[in-house]
């Protein structure tokens, strides 16, 4: 068994091989003056099991090219089995024509990733479970849960819980992760308004009233969803209110508005790199590795 890293996130590939006591294999992932991405595998493949670990993270289309890269390099080099590891599904979200005129690239995405090789993927907490049919080959959807619940398990409140989804859509989500707490779901509809980057959360399904409410999400991208969730809890009578999301993707401003927030903390996984500047005081984070 080998595994590789590409650019993305070497930290986690690190923590991986550490975890299952094997040195990480030697490839060289860089640019050439042209902007051309290279790869070169230092060791020998022939007939490995061969997993390449890259996180779609920023800058997310660099990142995915390297990964294809990766996958045709390994492939040309006689690899026995290529697993794709992509702890982070980036345009998970267009994942259907809502909209006349609109691409689905998370179907697009899953297709060049095929195409260039790859045998399997390996995956966690994607945006919706149904992207899993994107792909012809086998596909592993690993759950973060365990390890966002076993963390909050660890603190010890035992009473007066409410996990929160933060759409309807996502219930399934948040009722795992209340099986595992032993607590009750809400759920916050959310509106997306203008380029879909607005939100704003509109009717709560539930009971949250003087309880510590502890909002699952997949992932925080501008922050925008949590912080609409969280005004309207508070504004229902919640106390303390946790975010437990899969997928620190932080774009602009989320970690200073996170910061600002009336939410107590948030725990997220390592599925992706937190550069130190997005690291808030607030920012706790789990490691799937
Ligand atoms: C979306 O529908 C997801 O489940 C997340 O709620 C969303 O991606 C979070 O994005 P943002 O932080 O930009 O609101």
Known sequence: LKVFSGNAHRKLAKDICAYLDIPLGKCEVFKFSNDNTFVRILENIRQQDVFLVQPIAFPVNDHIMELLIMIDAAKRASAGRITAVIPYYAYARSDKKDQPR????????????????????????????????????????????????????????????????????????????????????????????????????????????????IIVDDEIGTGGTVIATADTLRNHGARDIYCYAAHPVLAGKATEILEKSTIKELVVTDSLPVPPAKMGTKTSVVSVA
């Open 102 to 213: 609109v691409p689905i690239t998370a179907r697009l995405v899953a297709n060049l990733i095929e195409t260039a090789g790859a045998d399997r993927v390996l995956t966690l907490e994607l945006h919706a479970g149904q992207i899993q049919g994107f792909f012809n080959v086998p596909l592993d959807e690993l759950s973060a849960i365990p390890n966002l619940a076993n963390h909050f398990n660890a603190r010890n409140v035992k009473s007066n819980i409410v996990v929160v989804a933060t759409d309807a859509g996502d219930a399934k989500r948040a009722r795992n992760m209340a099986n595992r707490l032993d607590a009750p779901i809400a759920i916050v509809e959310k509106v997306r308004i203008g380029n879909q980057e607005r939100v704003e959360a509109a009717t709560l399904i539930g009971d949250v009233r003087d309880r510590t409410a």
